[in-house]
Nanobody, 118 residues
Framework: QVQLVESGGGLVQAGGSLRLSCAAS????????MGWFRQAPGKEREFVAT???????NYTDSVKGRFTISRDSAKNTVYLQMNSLEPADTAVYYC????????????WGQGTQVTVSS
């Protein structure tokens, strides 16, 4: 059974930092993309960042320069370093994994809450 388990969320003041982790088990995603999405209250889930198996990385414009996605293939884990956090970053953050670099995301984590206070 494939599982993605996120950790590292919490409450932080504006300008602070958090590091999210997502550990995958049940299969390896070394040939696929891993990414992060988020969903704020009353809003649709939105893309945050993705890293392909070849380390091609993309971010949504609102987090460029503040967030960094990275992967540890040996640990089957993806990270999201979030700096200079803003109240607008408050959301449930979800990890996702794809069996291929450009296909749909096949697996999703349960989410971890990030709350940024002003």
């Amino acid at each position: 059974q494939v599982q993605l388990v996120e950790s590292g969320g919490g409450l932080v003041q504006a300008g602070g930092s958090l590091r999210l982790s997502c550990a995958a088990s049940g299969r390896t995603f070394s040939r696929g993309a891993m990414g992060w999405f988020r969903q704020a209250p009353g809003k649709e889930r939105e893309f945050v960042a993705t890293s392909t198996s070849g380390s091609i990385i993309n971010y949504t414009d609102s987090v460029k320069g503040r967030f960094t996605i990275s992967r540890d293939s040996a640990k089957n884990t993806v990270y999201l370093q979030m700096n200079s956090l803003e109240p607008a970053d408050t959301a449930v953050y979800y990890c996702a994994a794809s069996l291929g670099d450009y296909g749909p995301y096949n697996y999703w984590g349960q989410g971890t809450q990030v709350t940024v206070s002003s």
